[in-house]
Protein backbone atom coordinates (compact mmCIF):
# COMPACT_ATOMS: atom_id res chain seq x y z
CA UNK A 1 0.00 0.00 0.00
CA UNK A 2 1.64 3.10 -0.72
CA UNK A 3 2.79 5.63 1.85
CA UNK A 4 2.75 9.51 2.19
CA UNK A 5 5.98 10.84 1.41
CA UNK A 6 8.12 11.89 4.66
CA UNK A 7 7.74 15.71 4.77
CA UNK A 8 11.23 16.35 6.40
CA UNK A 9 14.08 16.60 4.52
CA UNK A 10 17.54 15.68 4.48
CA UNK A 11 18.12 16.23 0.66
CA UNK A 12 20.25 18.93 -0.65
CA UNK A 13 17.40 18.69 -3.55
CA UNK A 14 14.37 20.24 -3.47
CA UNK A 15 13.15 18.38 -6.78
CA UNK A 16 15.30 16.25 -9.47
CA UNK A 17 15.40 14.40 -12.67
CA UNK A 18 16.76 10.47 -12.46
CA UNK A 19 17.81 9.64 -16.25
CA UNK A 20 17.78 5.84 -16.75
CA UNK A 21 18.62 3.76 -19.41
CA UNK A 22 16.69 0.73 -20.72
CA UNK A 23 19.59 -1.18 -19.97
CA UNK A 24 19.80 -0.59 -16.02
CA UNK A 25 15.94 -2.66 -16.21
CA UNK A 26 17.86 -5.92 -17.21
CA UNK A 27 20.71 -8.04 -16.16
CA UNK A 28 23.90 -7.10 -17.75
CA UNK A 29 24.49 -8.93 -21.50
CA UNK A 30 21.04 -9.44 -21.83
CA UNK A 31 17.55 -7.56 -23.12
CA UNK A 32 14.27 -7.28 -21.77
CA UNK A 33 12.81 -6.14 -18.66
CA UNK A 34 14.33 -8.15 -15.58
CA UNK A 35 12.14 -7.42 -12.31
CA UNK A 36 14.79 -8.27 -9.91
CA UNK A 37 16.66 -5.53 -11.59
CA UNK A 38 13.83 -3.28 -11.95
CA UNK A 39 12.75 -4.08 -7.78
CA UNK A 40 16.42 -3.00 -7.17
CA UNK A 41 16.25 0.28 -8.75
CA UNK A 42 13.12 0.91 -7.21
CA UNK A 43 14.32 -0.01 -3.62
CA UNK A 44 17.19 2.53 -3.96
CA UNK A 45 14.69 5.34 -5.36
CA UNK A 46 12.75 5.22 -2.48
CA UNK A 47 15.37 5.79 -0.34
CA UNK A 48 15.78 8.78 -1.93
CA UNK A 49 12.12 9.50 -1.48
CA UNK A 50 12.12 9.19 1.57
CA UNK A 51 14.53 12.43 2.18
CA UNK A 52 11.88 14.26 0.94
CA UNK A 53 13.03 14.96 -2.56
CA UNK A 54 10.36 14.96 -5.73
CA UNK A 55 12.05 12.79 -7.83
CA UNK A 56 10.80 12.14 -11.66
CA UNK A 57 12.47 9.36 -13.85
CA UNK A 58 13.05 9.40 -17.65
CA UNK A 59 13.57 5.75 -18.87
CA UNK A 60 15.18 4.90 -22.32
CA UNK A 61 14.26 1.63 -24.17
CA UNK A 62 17.12 0.27 -25.29
CA UNK A 63 16.81 -2.70 -23.77
CA UNK A 64 13.84 -3.78 -25.96
CA UNK A 65 14.36 -1.79 -28.96
CA UNK A 66 18.05 -0.62 -30.61
CA UNK A 67 18.67 1.35 -33.67
CA UNK A 68 20.58 -1.60 -34.77
CA UNK A 69 18.07 -4.16 -34.58
CA UNK A 70 16.61 -1.78 -38.12
CA UNK A 71 19.62 -2.45 -40.77
CA UNK A 72 18.83 -5.37 -42.75
CA UNK A 73 20.81 -7.27 -45.21
CA UNK A 74 18.74 -7.00 -47.90
CA UNK A 75 19.13 -3.65 -48.35
CA UNK A 76 15.42 -2.45 -48.02
CA UNK A 77 15.48 1.13 -46.22
CA UNK A 78 13.14 1.32 -42.84
CA UNK A 79 12.14 4.63 -42.02
CA UNK A 80 14.23 6.12 -39.68
CA UNK A 81 11.22 8.29 -37.98
CA UNK A 82 9.42 4.68 -37.67
CA UNK A 83 12.03 3.27 -35.48
CA UNK A 84 12.32 6.31 -32.89
CA UNK A 85 8.55 6.25 -32.48
CA UNK A 86 8.49 2.61 -32.12
CA UNK A 87 11.67 3.24 -29.25
CA UNK A 88 9.50 5.61 -27.69
CA UNK A 89 6.52 3.25 -27.28
CA UNK A 90 9.83 0.64 -25.75
CA UNK A 91 9.90 3.43 -23.36
CA UNK A 92 6.26 3.40 -22.16
CA UNK A 93 6.71 -0.44 -21.30
CA UNK A 94 10.05 0.34 -19.19
CA UNK A 95 8.18 3.41 -16.99
CA UNK A 96 4.84 1.04 -16.42
CA UNK A 97 7.59 -1.85 -15.30
CA UNK A 98 9.20 0.64 -13.22
CA UNK A 99 5.62 2.16 -12.26
CA UNK A 100 4.84 -1.38 -10.71
CA UNK A 101 8.32 -1.51 -8.79
CA UNK A 102 8.10 1.72 -7.26
CA UNK A 103 4.44 1.08 -6.08
CA UNK A 104 5.02 -2.07 -4.92
CA UNK A 105 8.28 -1.01 -2.33
CA UNK A 106 5.51 1.52 -1.18
CA UNK A 107 5.73 4.75 -3.45
CA UNK A 108 2.91 6.54 -4.76
CA UNK A 109 3.68 6.62 -8.63
CA UNK A 110 2.26 8.30 -11.68
CA UNK A 111 3.34 7.35 -15.63
CA UNK A 112 3.29 10.07 -18.05
CA UNK A 113 3.69 9.61 -21.56
CA UNK A 114 4.73 12.56 -23.89
CA UNK A 115 2.46 10.97 -26.96
CA UNK A 116 -0.69 9.71 -25.73
CA UNK A 117 -1.86 6.28 -24.27
CA UNK A 118 -4.92 7.09 -21.82
CA UNK A 119 -5.75 3.44 -21.21
CA UNK A 120 -2.17 3.05 -19.33
CA UNK A 121 -1.17 6.16 -18.54
CA UNK A 122 -1.30 9.96 -18.40
CA UNK A 123 -0.28 12.75 -20.85
CA UNK A 124 3.08 14.70 -19.89
CA UNK A 125 0.79 17.94 -18.97
CA UNK A 126 3.84 20.51 -17.36
CA UNK A 127 1.35 21.92 -14.23
CA UNK A 128 -0.19 18.30 -13.83
CA UNK A 129 3.37 16.97 -13.39
CA UNK A 130 4.34 19.29 -11.15
CA UNK A 131 0.97 19.22 -8.84
CA UNK A 132 2.16 15.04 -8.88
CA UNK A 133 5.44 16.03 -7.55
CA UNK A 134 3.83 18.43 -4.65
CA UNK A 135 2.19 15.71 -3.46
CA UNK A 136 4.59 13.53 -3.07
CA UNK A 137 4.05 11.54 -5.96
CA UNK A 138 7.33 9.91 -8.09
CA UNK A 139 6.55 10.33 -11.56
CA UNK A 140 8.22 8.22 -14.20
CA UNK A 141 8.13 10.27 -18.05
CA UNK A 142 8.09 8.08 -20.64
CA UNK A 143 8.00 8.43 -24.70
CA UNK A 144 11.27 11.29 -24.80
CA UNK A 145 10.03 14.37 -26.08
CA UNK A 146 7.24 12.93 -28.27
CA UNK A 147 9.57 13.59 -31.67
CA UNK A 148 11.95 11.73 -32.95
CA UNK A 149 15.20 11.91 -33.60
CA UNK A 150 15.36 13.33 -29.81
CA UNK A 151 17.50 11.02 -27.28
CA UNK A 152 15.90 10.43 -23.95
CA UNK A 153 19.07 12.09 -22.82
CA UNK A 154 17.87 15.23 -24.03
CA UNK A 155 14.46 14.74 -22.78
CA UNK A 156 16.29 14.19 -19.45
CA UNK A 157 17.48 17.95 -19.98
CA UNK A 158 14.57 19.32 -21.70
CA UNK A 159 12.02 18.06 -18.78
CA UNK A 160 14.69 19.00 -15.69
CA UNK A 161 13.77 22.67 -17.46
CA UNK A 162 10.47 22.63 -17.62
CA UNK A 163 10.04 21.21 -14.04
CA UNK A 164 12.45 23.58 -12.70
CA UNK A 165 14.45 20.62 -11.13
CA UNK A 166 17.32 21.54 -9.65
CA UNK A 167 19.99 18.97 -11.11
CA UNK A 168 20.18 15.71 -13.63
CA UNK A 169 21.16 12.67 -12.12
CA UNK A 170 22.01 10.57 -15.00
CA UNK A 171 22.80 6.87 -13.98
CA UNK A 172 24.90 4.30 -15.36
CA UNK A 173 27.21 1.40 -14.93
CA UNK A 174 30.36 3.01 -14.32
CA UNK A 175 31.86 5.67 -11.51
CA UNK A 176 31.52 8.69 -13.52
CA UNK A 177 32.91 10.45 -16.41
CA UNK A 178 36.30 9.14 -17.33
CA UNK A 179 39.48 10.69 -20.08
CA UNK A 180 38.66 7.20 -21.51
CA UNK A 181 36.56 4.01 -21.21
CA UNK A 182 37.60 2.36 -18.27
CA UNK A 183 36.49 -1.34 -19.22
CA UNK A 184 39.11 -1.45 -21.83
CA UNK A 185 41.30 0.87 -20.71
CA UNK A 186 42.82 0.51 -16.95
CA UNK A 187 44.58 3.40 -16.80
CA UNK A 188 41.92 6.05 -17.62
CA UNK A 189 41.26 9.04 -15.11
CA UNK A 190 37.86 9.45 -13.37
CA UNK A 191 36.53 13.22 -13.20
CA UNK A 192 35.42 14.20 -10.29
CA UNK A 193 34.40 17.66 -11.37
CA UNK A 194 33.94 18.82 -15.37
CA UNK A 195 32.67 22.14 -17.45
CA UNK A 196 30.33 21.76 -20.23
CA UNK A 197 32.22 23.17 -22.43
CA UNK A 198 35.22 20.52 -20.74
CA UNK A 199 32.57 17.21 -21.72
CA UNK A 200 32.02 19.02 -25.41
CA UNK A 201 35.99 19.54 -26.40
CA UNK A 202 37.21 16.46 -25.22
CA UNK A 203 33.86 14.80 -26.92
CA UNK A 204 33.42 12.69 -23.42
CA UNK A 205 30.71 10.59 -24.10
CA UNK A 206 28.44 12.02 -21.33
CA UNK A 207 25.02 12.50 -22.76
CA UNK A 208 24.35 13.36 -26.29
CA UNK A 209 25.53 16.80 -27.16
CA UNK A 210 22.49 18.18 -28.01
CA UNK A 211 21.72 17.82 -23.78
CA UNK A 212 24.56 18.78 -22.75
CA UNK A 213 24.30 22.02 -25.05
CA UNK A 214 20.89 22.83 -23.18
CA UNK A 215 21.76 22.44 -19.79
CA UNK A 216 25.01 24.40 -20.59
CA UNK A 217 22.50 27.11 -21.97
CA UNK A 218 20.50 27.08 -18.57
CA UNK A 219 22.97 26.29 -16.15
CA UNK A 220 21.39 22.76 -15.01
CA UNK A 221 24.17 20.93 -13.42
CA UNK A 222 24.46 16.87 -14.36
CA UNK A 223 25.70 13.97 -11.93
CA UNK A 224 26.93 11.22 -13.22
CA UNK A 225 27.31 8.32 -11.09
CA UNK A 226 27.09 4.71 -10.62
CA UNK A 227 23.81 3.33 -9.60
CA UNK A 228 24.70 -0.29 -9.40
CA UNK A 229 26.34 0.36 -6.38
CA UNK A 230 23.89 0.26 -2.94
CA UNK A 231 23.25 4.00 -1.56
CA UNK A 232 24.41 5.87 -4.75
CA UNK A 233 20.99 7.65 -5.10
CA UNK A 234 20.44 8.63 -2.04
CA UNK A 235 23.89 9.80 -2.04
CA UNK A 236 23.38 11.84 -4.91
CA UNK A 237 19.85 13.27 -3.60
CA UNK A 238 21.66 13.81 -0.19
CA UNK A 239 24.82 15.71 -1.91
CA UNK A 240 27.52 13.20 -0.74
CA UNK A 241 30.89 12.75 -2.84
CA UNK A 242 29.66 10.35 -5.86
CA UNK A 243 30.86 10.28 -9.47
CA UNK A 244 30.88 13.06 -11.33
CA UNK A 245 29.48 16.73 -11.16
CA UNK A 246 29.16 18.86 -14.90
CA UNK A 247 28.58 22.34 -14.34
CA UNK A 248 29.65 25.73 -14.99
CA UNK A 249 32.83 27.13 -14.92
CA UNK A 250 33.92 27.86 -11.63
CA UNK A 251 35.63 31.23 -11.44
Excluded at 112 to 124: K, L, Q, T, Y
Excluded at 159 to 176: F, N, S, Y
Excluded at 229 to 240: L, M, R
Aim: net charge positive; aromatic share 6%.
Amino acid sequence: MSQEQPSASSSVYNRVVLKLSGESLCAPGQRGISMDEVFAIARQVKLAWELGCQISIVVGGGNILRGAQFRTSSGAKFEEATAHYMGMLATVINALALQEGLEAVGCKTRVMSAIRMDGVCEPFIRRRALRHMEKGRIIVLAAGTGSPFVTTDTAAAQRALELQADIVLKATRVDGVYSDDPEKNPHAVLYHELSYDEVISQDLRVMDGTAITLCKEYGMPILVFNFKKDGNIVKAISGGRVGTRIGPVKG
